[in-house]
């Protein structure tokens, strides 16, 4: 099956609108859904390399209750908690998952 992905761009500030992460969804080998993210560190001067982003993405993946359970403990960082939230709605869409 397809992965669905989706590019986090930076919101405000000086380089508004350039890619600073990435969020995506993609089918397991269990069968389950995995969700993944990655986020470059722009304070340190990072810049968003595509590929490596999809790389440590994938190697992220994790399934929804991992994912939540991430969450309540602030694990995952606040840029892209939003991403992810949209990602799960369109991800359970696509694989026709409950």
Same mark, same amino acid.
């Given at each position: @099956?397809?992965?669905?992905?989706?590019?986090?761009?930076?919101?405000?500030?000086?380089?508004?609108?350039?890619?600073?992460?990435?969020?995506?969804?993609?089918?397991? %080998?269990?069968?389950?859904?995995?969700?993944?993210?990655?986020?470059?560190?722009?304070?340190?001067?990072?810049?968003? %390399?595509?590929?490596?982003?999809? %790389?440590?993405?994938?190697?992220?993946? @994790?399934?929804?209750?991992?994912?939540?359970?991430?969450?309540?403990?602030?694990?995952?960082?606040?840029?892209?908690?939003?991403?992810?939230?949209? @990602?799960?709605?369109?991800?359970?869409?696509?694989?026709?998952?409950?």
């Amino acid at each position: @099956m397809k992965t669905l992905v989706k590019f986090v761009h930076r919101k405000t500030g000086r380089y508004k609108g350039r890619r600073v992460g990435v969020v995506m969804a993609f089918p397991g %080998n269990d069968g389950e859904v995995r969700y993944g993210y990655s986020l470059c560190n722009m304070k340190s001067g990072d810049c968003f %390399n595509r590929d490596f982003g999809l %790389n440590l993405a994938e190697s992220r993946g @994790m399934t929804v209750n991992e994912l939540a359970k991430r969450t309540l403990l602030n694990e995952i960082p606040a840029t892209v908690r939003r991403d992810l939230g949209k @990602m799960v709605i369109r991800a359970e869409s696509y694989y026709h998952t409950i």
